[in-house]
């Protein structure tokens, strides 16, 4: 299913408080569409920091995170996945009462029970396909980010309707809402995270390795792949006219290459790789590791960082950036 404007009534959030625990990415894009949407009571819940002074010079009234949990009948939950745990069991939950929804915008954290709402409490998602300053540009423009929704607990029996109106406040009705679950929302996040872009970064790796055996200089096959942002704008008319769609705006002799090529390409092997990711995420060993690993300090992500960051292709990179002034536009 998928809902549009006309299957969303905001009149179910009147005389409702709702809280945005953490006015970072998400936080504040949803935030300010909601408050142009005519929703009129909403506060912020914000440790002291430099998103909570962003609230108060947009308006907001704020609070600490406890504070604002316990004022609210609707709680957004928009800090990040690693932190929410703890915050949800320290300074939200003592603050919630029966009936009051608690709104997600990805699965993670209920997927892998670490976060069990009471069963009191209306447990809901709204999950934008779609980073937070994107959902405030599109929302100016008229326009909205879509959204995944789904209802894990409907204590009150309206739990639907509360993410639909929700979807509606923050733009999301505009463009399509599709229903899903908390699950399901948490694999296709993170295969596409795990699944499609390691193979994509290596494609564009692997590419640049054999074409500077071939003598090419690193500039060049940058500025090709993805520096001159052609990559870019393909994927971004194939997000309006479709794979086949975009084949059009390259040459005769470009389409021939790409499909004759595509098709003889064997994809089981990439296929066998995904279904391993997927079984990582399916069994939690996945989530389990991450765990491990932010209790330890975060030794593997600082040593990915320094690892990738130490490749000849990505110090090039970042000298083909300087070099023509890219990151000034
Ligand atoms: P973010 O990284 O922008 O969050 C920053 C906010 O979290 C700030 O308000 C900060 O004060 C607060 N915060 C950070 N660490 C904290 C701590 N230790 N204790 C208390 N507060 C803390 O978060 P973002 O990216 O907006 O994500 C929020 C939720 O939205 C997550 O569930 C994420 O999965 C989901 N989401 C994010 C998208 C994105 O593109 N960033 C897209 C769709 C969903």
Redesign the pocket.
Known sequence: TIFYEDDADMSILNEKTIAII??????RAQALNMQDSGVEDIIVG??S????KQAREDGFEDYD?AEAAERADIIF?????E??P??YQEEIEPGLEAGNTVN???G??ITYDFIEPTADLDTIMV??????DL?RELYEEGDGAPSMIAVNQDYSGNAQETALALSKAIGSTRSGVIEGTFEMETKI?LLTEQALIPLFFNAIAAKYEIEREAGIPGEVILLEQYLSQEMAHIFEVMGTDGFIGQLPLHSQTSQYGQMSRAEAYNREEMKSYMRERLREIETGSFAREWTNEQQAGYPMLNRLYKEFGDTEMIQKEQETIEKLGLGDE
Request: hydrophobic share 35%; proline share 6%; net charge negative.
């Open positions: 953490g006015y970072g990415n998400q936080g914000n440790r920091d430099d998103s909570r995170i939950l928009l800090i990040p996945d932190v929410a703890g915050i997600f915008a990805s993670y954290n999950a934008p396909r779609m980073i937070g959902v996040d």
